[in-house]
């Protein structure tokens, strides 16, 4: 072959199945070219099903503050958390708080006054029965308040009951039914929880952003109610029971529980606290007294309502450690039980009450705690033995 001949070969240039000469193939690249050069740039269309990211400037941002409910203690637009021990009254104070934002011109204890409209309850222990007369012992306006029964999949049958980790865009749906909707309560919120494990925080904020989305979207407060864990001590930031996703998750938090300086033993008649724990956006940062007092709903027919008192300072820590007793307290009470119970059995099941009081003072129980221990081993309340007789304490029959 000769020089030409190879050189030819080799300048050449194979495109789409056919050999171009060197001159040929530059031609046609610079064709290629002028026509790109020519034609209008168009952007990748974007699949209907590949997900991206929306990003949004700050200068397009409303810079607001959310609006009140209660004024600078409840923001709307946001989940609050209201939690505490047993007999404290929770369940009171969100009926409390939802028959005034019921009631046109009710006020709350601060003299403060919500916008007035509609309250939706999703409640899960107490019965819509109690539930009213609640409701009518603190003068609600019962047309503004709704209960949540269910889920109800074909119309006649029973409700299911509400799951949040599967209902949360049905439960969307039935409180933008209420255009004028301002208050919905979740109550237990653990009730609701089935199916998820409430101690992992990845399983938490999935329920909890899906809340934040409702209470955002539909521009009102809604208060989660929840109980502490069973452990006294520490900071308040752990009190709450499940994950500590429930507390950090709630832009507002407050806690119950009986007022310390109060000595009362009957915990229907003690005095009772609302404390203040967390608010991204309240600056009130105190709470309330209040009592639980009865209320003839129906002739024979009893219910508790909610009378405010005076505002308050306590602390979350404060108001818990009097309410729930610490380690040593149980182990105090245990103790006393313990004591209680051989004394008994020494005296055949019959013990004269004074003897008792007198010989567990000498050991360091008082009367209160005496009588905390008899309550405990769920004895008979001590009756005369004849007309002006002795009080004993003594087993029942078994």
């Known amino acids: 072959m000769s020089t030409a001949t190879a050189s030819t070969t080799y300048a050449s240039t194979l495109i789409h199945d056919r050999?171009?000469?060197?001159?040929e193939a530059e031609r046609h690249r610079r064709e290629l070219e002028g026509a790109a050069r020519r034609r209008p740039a168009v952007a990748a269309p974007i699949a209907a099903h590949s997900p991206r990211m929306k990003v949004t400037c700050f200068d397009q941002i409303d810079p607001t503050l959310p609006e009140y409910l209660w004024e600078h203690r409840i923001p709307k637009?946001?989940?609050?958390?209201?939690y505490g021990p047993t007999s404290t009254g929770k369940s009171l104070l969100t009926l409390s708080i939802a028959a005034t934002v019921a009631t046109e011109g009710a006020t709350f204890p601060d003299g403060t006054q919500p916008p007035h409209g509609d309250v939706l309850i999703l409640a899960g222990e107490d019965a819509a029965p109690l539930q009213r007369m609640r409701l009518d012992a603190l003068g609600a306006d019962l047309s503004r308040i709704h209960i949540i029964e269910g889920v109800e999949f074909m119309q006649g049958d029973d409700p299911d009951m509400i799951q949040l980790a599967q209902h949360c865009g049905i439960l969307n749906d039935?409180?933008?039914g209420y255009p004028n909707a301002q208050f919905a309560i979740i109550d237990p919120l653990l009730e609701f929880c089935q199916g998820v494990d409430t101690h992992k925080s990845a399983e938490v904020r999935q329920i909890t952003r899906q809340l934040r989305m409702i209470a955002e979207s539909q521009k009102i407060s809604l208060m989660c109610v929840s109980h502490?864990?069973?452990n006294a001590g520490g900071s308040a930031s752990h009190r709450m029971a499940g994950s500590e996703a429930w507390a950090s998750s709630s832009r507002t938090l407050y806690a119950t529980g009986f007022d310390p300086a109060d000595t009362e033993r009957d915990p229907n008649k003690r005095r009772k606290c609302?404390?203040?724990?967390?608010?991204?956006?309240?600056?009130?940062t105190g709470g309330f007294y209040y009592y639980t007092r009865p209320y003839e709903a129906k002739p024979g027919q009893i219910v508790p309502f909610i009378d405010w008192g005076d505002e308050c300072h306590l602390t979350v820590e404060e108001v818990l450690d009097a309410t729930m007793p610490s380690d040593e307290q149980r182990s105090e009470s245990?103790?006393?039980e313990s004591w209680l119970q051989n004394e008994l059995d020494k005296a055949s099941g019959k013990l004269e009450r004074t003897e008792a009081y007198r010989d567990g003072a000498k050991l360091g129980f008082n009367i209160a705690l005496i009588r905390k221990a008899a309550r405990a081993l769920k004895l008979p309340t001590p009756k005369p033995d004849g007309f002006g007789g002795k009080y004993y304490f003594e087993r029942g029959e078994s």
């Open 334 to 336: 245990s103790e006393c």
């Open 19 to 23: 050999v171009y000469s060197a001159e």
């Open 228 to 230: 502490p864990n069973k």
């Open 174 to 176: 039935a409180i933008g």
């Open 274 to 284: 609302m404390v203040f724990q967390k608010g991204n956006y309240t600056t009130a």
């Open 77 to 82: 637009g946001v989940v609050c958390t209201l």
